[in-house]
């Protein structure tokens, strides 16, 4: 493959300068481009719709070959171009409006499947614009339909025949995949994969052509997140925690003791297996995954506390100002008055010092800060991007705790590691989390080289939250209703602002206007607090409080309230235009209802339409579960959005996918990467397999892979 990556696509004969630029719009600039440019999906010519049997109102596709052609102009002054097309049971009439150049795509005698809706029109059946896929000269029974566009002005049959052509050219293709894998695997050669997927004989043979490409492109991954894990541990600078210290310095036991709450199953669990990371000699890498509400933020605290029981600092790193202030206030509660020992003191002990560190800190308190730092008088930190500014030095830095992972990059890790090793010391343990779960399978993909623990279980005592897609005026009038009535009862309720293009600044004139709007309409005298992210860190606490404490009846919010606020008094969301948020930040924000036993429930107010939008609000309004919610938005947004920005995309999956059906092809191929490289981390006793990796998975478009 890396030699038909140094070809440029004007070798295969007829591509000439004119197609090759052409080509290069889609995408294909080498022979490898063209190759790996795939079918998305095939027809089958024994099993298309015969236009004898279509009747008017039939959605079908018909395989014909034009039979007449002609273009007119219609009294309205709309260009027409109509086609008479036949398969040997009968004739169909197919007219285009306003698309001139499919006389020149359909001339007599071309042979083409169409796509679209059987109407009547004076008397005789007719399609108006379908879908048209060209068909070419393949008379196998399975023919390929290639993407393309018509800003290219390339067909999809001339792929068939320029794809034919490199295969056959090409030759045997060196398999760098062992015989002894293939054949455990019952894996076609990658030879006949290549010539099976572009011309399969049977919709089977296909189906292994598919499996075994998909393979390949999964393999090539996670070898290179393998490679990425040897390489941080061959390099690493272990610190051993104390995990189990004498009572004195117990300080994780002491905080656990005096929660009021005690800790779930799956919390305890997780608490166990970062105890065993952080006890052992290599440093943390592990990613810390559950559904909202299932205790994330306990479980990080108490890997925190391990380190300053043990001498050591713990650090927080949310991604934006506004969760950072908000995981600094979480933390405030649930650390109460925890004291840590100081033989300094008449006392013995000191509070624990806890700080938050942004850029909105005040120059003379982030100096302030940086000396407790850097003394090691702070003992836990919470802060954004600012944490990792070469001004900031630790004493020294034990356990990191990222939020939201996906936001950072893998320069801020390596900023992260300099910071523990600052004055000889080690790398910090490194705990990551994500706000909503994302799929098993993407997980293995995307934090490959992190081990995963997942709190798949809520704390007792939480009632489920009741979510309606609120889609007509009476039904938004019916929400609001359930706002007065909760309040009349004691409760509490959100309002969550429309989505506005824009600055944070935006945002807060949205919310403050419809703080406005509320108050003088659906819930006038309601008492309603307002909160976004331009507010001062003391006025949002101020209003945040009023709320806790039920002098705020609503609260009308930005997003800011996505995450890290906890009122259990608060049972009804109201979330407006909900079709603009994504499935994961619609979950997360009902997160913030049903916070005890009380009966909560959550409006989705939308009068959206479109096929996605429609998907997204049903599956709300079907499912409380995050992981099955991730999933579906998986399904709806493909693997691009997980996978993140990425580098110039010949790596991207092409077949592979990190939906359910893929799941098992994705172990093996994980288990195959770690087989090869732990009997060979160079991999140079498999031909051409490290040069396909760094080809196709470079370091650079690798990054993706390692923002932990």
Known sequence: MPALAELPVSRVHRVGEKRAEALATLGIETVLDLVTHYPRRYIDRTRQASLAELQPGDEAVVLATVQASSTRRTRQGRALVEVDVDDGSGRLRVGFFNQSWRARQLPVGTEAMFFGKVDLY?????????????????????????????????????????????????????????????????????TEAFRAIHAPQSFDERDRARHRLAFDELLRLQLQVVRRRIALERDARGLRHVVDPPPERALVARFLAALPFSLTDAQRRAVEQIDADLAGPLPMHRLLQGDVGSGKTVVALAALLTAVQGGHQGALMAPTEVLA??????????????????????????????????????????????????????????????????????????????????????????????????????????????????????????????????????????????????????????????????VASGRRAYVVCPLVEGSERVQAASATAERERLAHGALGGLRLGLLHGQLKAADKEAVMAAFRAGDVDVLVATTVIEVGVDVPEATVMVVEDAQHFGIAQLHQLRGRVGRSDLPSWCYLVSDADSPEAVRRLQALESSTDGFELAEVDLELRGEGTILGVRQKGRSDLKLASLRRGDRSLVEAARTVAEELLGEDPTLHGVPGLAEEVDLLVGEEDAAFLAKS
């Open 325 to 486: 202030e908000q995981h600094y206030l979480s933390v405030q509660r649930l650390l109460g008055d925890l004291t840590v020992p100081d033989p300094g003191r008449l006392s013995g002990t000191r509070p624990l010092e806890l700080a938050l560190l942004t850029s909105r800190t005040p120059g003379a308190e982030r100096a302030r800060l940086q000396q407790g730092l850097q003394r090691g008088e702070v003992d836990v930190v919470v802060g954004t991007h600012a944490l990792i500014t070469e001004d900031v030095l630790f004493s020294s830095l034990g356990v990191v705790v990222i939020d939201e992972q996906h936001r950072f990059g893998v320069e801020q890790r390596a900023a992260l590691r300099a910071k523990g090793r600052q004055g000889g010391g080690a790398d910090p343990d490194l705990l990551v989390m994500t706000a909503t779960p994302i799929p098993r399978t993407a997980a293995m993909v995307v934090f490959g080289d992190l081990d995963v623990t997942e709190l798949d279980e809520l704390p007792p005592g939480r009632a489920p939250v009741s979510t309606h897609w609120a889609r007509t005026a009476e039904d938004e009038q019916g929400a609001f209703e359930r706002i007065r009535a909760e």
């Open 122 to 190: 004076r008397g005789r059946r007719r399609m108006t614009n379908p879908v048209v896929d060209l068909v070419g000269n393949r008379t196998g029974r399975i023919v390929p339909v290639y993407p393309t566009s018509e800003r290219s002005g390339v067909g999809g049959w001339e792929f068939g025949e320029w794809i034919d052509e490199a295969l056959r050219r090409a030759g045997e293709l060196l398999d760098p995949v062992p015989p002894q894998v293939r054949s455990r695997l019952g894996l076609m050669g990658r």
